[in-house]
T-cell receptor, first 109, second 112 residues
Framework: EDKVVQSPLSLVVHEGDTVTLNCSYE??????LLWYKQEKKAPTFLFML????IEKKSGRLSSILDKKELFSILNITATQTGDSAVYLC?????????FGKGTRLSVIA | NAGVTQTPKFQVLKTGQSMTLQCAQD?????MSWYRQDPGMGLRLIHY???????DQGEVPNGYNVSRSTTEDFPLRLLSAAPSQTSVYFC???????????FGEGSRLTVL
């Protein structure tokens, strides 16, 4: 069974801190790695990564993929309370997305 | 612009009852899937479909049944509800296995 492992499982930071969330995967037929943010309802899409070493950026969030070492990181700089959420990573292959258990990020003022 | 629509949003069942969670998408996506989400467990795949008439099992298929008679609809049936099926269920669709998943708003099911 293909696994996606996220770490840490939970994290508490203060506003303004920078955080790094980790996602490792073990898979054959890998196609892409996706990051989602989940607040109270359905996950919302953040990034899709297919190539190693190319950073994707959206505002204070950025992500990069290392296909040789089979991991990805999601960075959030200058965190705000609105960043509090569960962050999910998922990998695609020959079947629908396989998700990790998520990292619960809490940003306190 | 509806996207993926799930109904009902909330449901309470008694053990042994059956029910169907409805899912419809208007994006003409071939790929549809059902996930369940339990605290601390991420999203686990129940069943999926790669097109009308084609379905397959995911990681946790036991106790659930699906069919895909049209591109738009992908209902999930609970045959005989058990307390272990208390969960939040998400239906999702996509144009490609490599692409972004589009989620419904979720259905919270409680089995007493």
């Amino acid at each position: 069974e293909d696994k996606v492992v996220q770490s840490p499982l939970s994290l508490v930071v203060h506003e303004g801190d920078t955080v790094t969330l980790n996602c490792s995967y073990e898979v054959t037929n890998f196609r892409s790695l996706l990051w989602y943010k989940q607040e109270k309802k359905a996950p919302t899409f953040l990034f899709m990564l297919t190539s190693s070493g190319i950073e994707k950026k959206s505002g204070r969030l950025s992500s990069i993929l290392d296909k040789k070492e089979l991991f990805s990181i999601l960075n959030i700089t200058a965190t705000q309370t609105g960043d509090s959420a569960v962050y999910l990573c998922a990998r695609s292959g020959n079947t629908p997305l396989v998700f990790g258990k998520g990292t619960r990020l809490s940003v306190i003022a | 612009n509806a996207g993926v629509t799930q109904t009902p949003k909330f449901q309470v069942l008694k053990t042994g009852q059956s029910m169907t969670l409805q899912c419809a998408q208007d994006m003409n996506h071939e790929y549809m899937s059902w996930y369940r989400q339990d605290p601390g467990m991420g999203l686990r795949l129940i069943h999926y479909s790669v097109g009308a008439g084609i379905t397959d099992q995911g990681e946790v298929p036991n106790g659930y049944n699906v069919s895909r008679s049209t591109t738009e609809d992908f209902p999930l049936r609970l045959l005989s509800a058990a307390p272990s099926q208390t969960s939040v269920y998400f239906c999702a669709s996509t144009y490609s296995y490599t692409g972004e998943l589009f989620f419904g708003e979720g259905s919270r099911l409680t089995v007493l």
